[in-house]
């Protein structure tokens, strides 16, 4: 499988060590990425809000790029994703506005005809690659207690997205546990990271992320697992910025789901990853074999009587 | 503003109305709202009702405090959308000169890079650093053009007048 990628600026500029274990972990399920000259997707809270019209231009020059090499897309960023996706929808959905979007991007030597798809990795993944080829290639499991958070921007809105199920959310759960770690419920799964409005009001920004932390925390996982680079940011250095705000005292590690990837398939240099950190985790440096980790879950269930 | 625009914008205003009209106030959207949760003066509920009776968001400036999660959308049992209708709320209001001050510097920003933050030489070094392609870059003149003929470019030079007044 071949796809235009679409890191989206977040990722690019801000989470590189992200992009990385994305561009580490896809060749082993042969999947080749091609980089065009994208724009920023354009992200909804700024450009959108501004200029729907705006919006729907640039997220149709970037879509077409991709069509005129025959390739699909695949993105990184659930916000990317999103707006790519909801551009698309409108598009496909509105001849009248895709006649003017073309009329502009005609000037360009280009033309959006909807013949490209919008993939997020979390897709390709669990949809395209599947969890038992995932768990078949584990060589390294990553024995830790795990929340996940899908991410708004993957979940909504459902009748265009189609990722998961936007109130019970399961797949990056399943994904997690292909890699043999334990996914905790928690109350406020698909509730916001408090991104969103981190720009208007950041007060209420991070006082979402406290509500969001504060349910996450209660269940004591080891980890936070996104696929998103903004929700990643929003907790990682987030949780500090509510720290400070808020007098609270949350210090829970943030991985991209594909880092963990990396690590279980035991791929080198996963250590530079790990390094731009900035809530720690000693991951289990263990050699043990997928075998002995088999015996040892089945060992701790306890017998039914 | 020219009269055709002023018509466009009533219209655009009708059909918000008409959007949120099956709106029975059952408090769903406000229940599910982040915000609302911990910023009260977001109230979903009585924003639907006030477009409804009013045209408009309850106090000036409301619709910016909206996240955008789209959790309002997803569980209103009539199909009322107010994170659609807060959207175009924003496009009238930044018509106006009212878009708060960072959505303008990110936007700005877009223009000039085809990025949201501006990309530092700092972090394309830290690319380099870790083995990452140099990622190729839009004309940055077609980028201004497609903000000039679809309407941002002007509401960008509006909100800087606007908020340059604001700053006197
Ligand atoms: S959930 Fe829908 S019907 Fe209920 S108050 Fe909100 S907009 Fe109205
Ligand atoms: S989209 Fe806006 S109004 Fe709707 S639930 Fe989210 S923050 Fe609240």
Known sequence: ?305 | MSDMSEDLQTNRLKELKETALPCFQCGVCSSSCPVFRVSPELNPRVSVDSIISRGKVPSEGNEWLCAYCLMCDQRCPMGVSLAEILMVIKNISAKEGQAPPDVIESAESLMADGCQSPISSRSEKQREDMGLPKLPRADPEDVKMLFRATGAAEVLELNRSTSGEASE
């Open chain 1, 1 to 305: 499988m071949k796809f235009a990628f679409f890191p989206g600026c977040t990722m690019a500029y801000r989470l590189p060590f992200a992009e990385k274990s994305i561009r580490m972990v896809v060749p082993h399920f042969d999947v080749e990425l091609v980089d065009l000259a994208f724009t920023c997707c354009p992200e909804p809270n700024t450009v959108r809000a501004l200029s729907d019209d705006t919006w729907i231009t640039l997220a149709a020059r970037n879509i077409a790029l991709a069509e005129a090499e025959g390739l699909n897309i695949l993105t990184a960023c659930a916000g990317c994703h999103e707006s790519l996706s909801l551009a698309k929808h409108e598009l496909d959905e509105n001849p009248d506005r895709k006649n003017k979007v073309n009329e502009l991007l005609k000037d360009l030597g280009l033309e959006y005809k909807g013949t490209s798809t919008i993939v997020h990795v979390h897709q390709l993944l669990f949809d395209e690659i599947g969890i038992e080829s995932i768990s078949s290639k584990v060589v390294r499991p990553v024995p830790i207690k795990v929340v996940t958070h899908t991410g708004c921007h993957l979940l909504r809105p459902e009748r265009v997205l189609h990722v998961d199920n936007a109130e019970v959310p399961v797949k990056l759960d399943m994904l997690c546990e292909s890699l043999g770690m334990v996914p905790l419920e928690y109350m406020d799964k698909t509730m916001c990271c408090g991104a969103g409005v981190r720009k208007i009001n950041s007060v209420t920004s991070y006082a979402i992320l406290r509500e969001k932390m504060t349910s996450i925390a209660m269940v004591e996982p080891n980890a936070i697992v996104v696929f998103c680079p903004t929700c990643f940011i929003t907790f990682e250095s987030g949780q500090r910025v509510a720290n400070r705000i808020f007098g609270t005292d949350f210090k829970i590690p943030v991985f991209y789901y594909t880092e963990l990837l990396a690590i279980a398939l035991n791929l080198p240099e996963t250590d530079i990853l790990l390094a731009e950190h900035r809530v720690k985790i000693e991951l289990p440096t263990s050699t043990e074999t997928k075998e002995e980790n088999k015996t040892e879950t089945k060992d701790s269930i306890p017998s039914s009587p």
